[in-house]
């Protein structure tokens, strides 16, 4: 199976059949705990917790598109993120991007250092600024690109090689590439990690985490962590994510050619003043992503001049939800000021180009020249509403 393309495997895998019925659709195994025929052998499955055969056919599943050897499934992508950096210790330290998604942020602010495991948020996209961030107790240099919301691109296997190089792992959380666009264990990275809620679901009707490794003592070890933590997916969700994962493929390219076609739209516009897309050819990071994914994906973000132009434009545009979350069937237009990174001083904010202008757009599957339309009409109606209060 394994010599077929990403596209063909999401439909053809182990699990494309149950071999008990001929099923064409992964069995939910609902159940808690498992009879044990024998007293001596027990047989593969005995607590929920441990293990399920729903589960692990998605365990399974997203290690193979991940080229990885393990997988692991949680109830979230913050489970699953947390529960990676508890394969840490005491004393330890670890390096990290700025820009990282603000629940991990959080999380290594917040509690990690409670257990005196230390950080160092480092601008990623300079290999110079992450070579000197690491000091002898560092154990884990951690990756997110595309960074979120402004879109800037690391250079997965540059880092991975300099963590190599000084014995410490590479996490990367690829949520916005997924590994139909970009796989980081095939660059060098050692776990890779993912909001299953987003793109790989895909369908805004399940919170899920996901981890993959090719490294026997992290799998091992982060085995015994989830066990041990015990915050796994569902089997009815582990379906759910199983079921999505089959139009994976079909649906970043659909949304990522839209995405192309959007930003390229909203780029020639007056109104808009920046968009930030790692596709076009200007963007610093576009040759490193062209090298290490197959596309940019399908998440943009554009500025507007200021937070008024902001309410106009959310307030008139009438197809995208108006939501937090993003990797969706349907397009979710997102105001990270408001939203993601409400809690970020305005200052520091700024600092990272997340103004008070800034609009981030997931794309959908709908039609790109709707999309497009609806933009222009609520992009149309500042305009009106600026001539307006100046009297003109
Ligand atoms: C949403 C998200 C997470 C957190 O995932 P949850 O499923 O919401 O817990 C982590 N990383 C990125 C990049 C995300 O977008």
């Given at each position: 199976?394994?010599?077929?393309?990403?596209?063909?495997?999401?439909?053809?895998?182990?699990?494309?059949?149950?071999?008990?019925?001929?099923?064409?659709?992964?069995?939910?195994?609902?159940?808690?705990?498992?009879?044990?025929?024998?007293?001596?052998?027990?047989?593969?499955?005995?607590?929920?917790?441990?293990?399920?055969?729903?589960?692990?056919?998605?365990?399974?599943?997203?290690?193979?598109?991940?080229?990885?050897?393990?997988?692991?499934?949680?109830?979230?992508?913050m489970?699953?993120?947390?529960?990676?950096?508890?394969?840490?210790?005491?004393?330890?330290?670890?390096?990290?991007?700025?820009?990282?998604?603000?629940?991990?942020?959080?999380?290594?602010?917040?509690?990690?250092?409670?257990?005196?495991?230390?950080?160092?948020?480092?601008?990623?996209?300079?290999?110079?600024?992450?070579?000197?961030?690491?000091?002898?107790?560092?154990?884990?240099?951690?990756?997110?690109?595309p960074?979120?919301?402004?879109?800037?691109?690391?250079?997965i296997?540059?880092?991975?090689?300099?963590?190599?190089?000084?014995?410490?792992?590479?996490?990367?959380?690829?949520?916005?590439?997924?590994?139909?666009?970009?796989?980081?264990?095939?660059?060098?990275?050692?776990?890779?990690?993912?909001?299953?809620?987003?793109f790989?679901?895909?369908?805004?009707?399940v919170?899920a985490?996901?981890?993959?490794?090719?490294?026997?003592?992290?799998?091992?070890?982060?085995?015994?962590?989830?066990n041990?933590?015990?915050?796994?997916?569902?089997?009815?969700?582990?379906?759910l994510?199983?079921?999505?994962?089959?139009?994976?493929h079909?649906?970043?390219?659909?949304?990522?050619?839209s995405?192309?076609k959007?930003a390229?739209?909203?780029?020639?516009?007056?109104?808009?003043?920046?968009?930030?897309?790692?596709?076009?050819?200007?963007?610093?990071?576009?040759?490193?992503?062209?090298?290490q994914?197959?596309g940019?994906?399908?998440?943009?973000?554009?500025?507007?001049?200021?937070?008024?132009?902001?309410?106009?434009?959310?307030?008139?545009?009438?197809?995208?939800?108006?939501?937090?979350?993003?990797?969706?069937?349907?397009?979710?237009?997102?105001?990270?000021?408001?939203?993601?990174?409400?809690s970020?001083?305005?200052?520091?904010?700024?600092?990272?180009?997340?103004?008070?202008?800034?609009?981030?757009?997931?794309?959908?599957?709908?039609?790109p020249?709707?999309?497009?339309?609806?933009?222009?009409?609520?992009?149309?109606?500042?305009?009106?509403?600026?001539?307006?209060?100046?009297?003109?």
């Amino acid at each position: 199976m394994t010599d077929h393309s990403l596209q063909t495997r999401l439909l053809h895998s182990d699990y494309k059949f149950d071999p008990h019925t001929g099923a064409v659709s992964v069995p939910i195994q609902q159940a808690s705990t498992f009879h044990q025929q024998d007293f001596d052998n027990p047989g593969v499955y005995d607590y929920s917790r441990s293990g399920n055969p729903t589960r692990k056919a998605l365990e399974d599943t997203i290690a193979g598109l991940e080229s990885g050897s393990h997988g692991f499934a949680f109830a979230s992508g913050m489970a699953a993120i947390s529960t990676a950096f508890m394969l840490l210790s005491k004393g330890d330290h670890v390096v990290i991007t700025q820009d990282v998604y603000g629940g991990t942020f959080r999380m290594i602010r917040d509690v990690l250092v409670r257990f005196g495991i230390d950080h160092t948020f480092v601008d990623m996209t300079d290999l110079h600024a992450v070579a000197t961030a690491i000091q002898p107790n560092t154990k884990l240099l951690y990756i997110e690109t595309p960074s979120n919301p402004t879109l800037e691109i690391t250079d997965i296997r540059a880092v991975a090689k300099l963590a190599k190089a000084n014995d410490c792992w590479t996490f990367v959380d690829n949520t916005f590439m997924t590994p139909a666009l970009q796989r980081p264990l095939e660059l060098g990275a050692d776990l890779v990690l993912h909001s299953a809620t987003k793109f790989i679901a895909g369908h805004s009707d399940v919170v899920a985490g996901l981890a993959a490794t090719n490294d026997r003592e992290i799998a091992e070890q982060l085995g015994f962590l989830q066990n041990s933590f015990g915050s796994i997916l569902g089997a009815h969700d582990c379906w759910l994510v199983l079921r999505g994962l089959k139009t994976l493929h079909c649906r970043m390219t659909q949304s990522q050619a839209s995405a192309v076609k959007i930003a390229e739209k909203l780029s020639a516009h007056p109104l808009v003043e920046q968009v930030y897309y790692p596709g076009f050819r200007f963007h610093p990071g576009s040759s490193t992503q062209a090298y290490q994914a197959e596309g940019s994906g399908a998440v943009l973000s554009f500025r507007l001049r200021d937070e008024d132009a902001v309410r106009q434009f959310t307030k008139h545009v009438e197809l995208p939800v108006y939501a937090v979350s993003l990797g969706a069937v349907e397009s979710i237009l997102s105001y990270p000021a408001r939203m993601s990174h409400a809690s970020m001083p305005k200052e520091e904010r700024e600092k990272r180009g997340i103004t008070d202008g800034l609009l981030r757009l997931s794309v959908g599957l709908e039609n790109p020249n709707d999309l497009i339309k609806d933009f222009h009409q609520a992009l149309g109606k500042i305009e009106s509403e600026a001539f307006l209060q100046t009297g003109g």
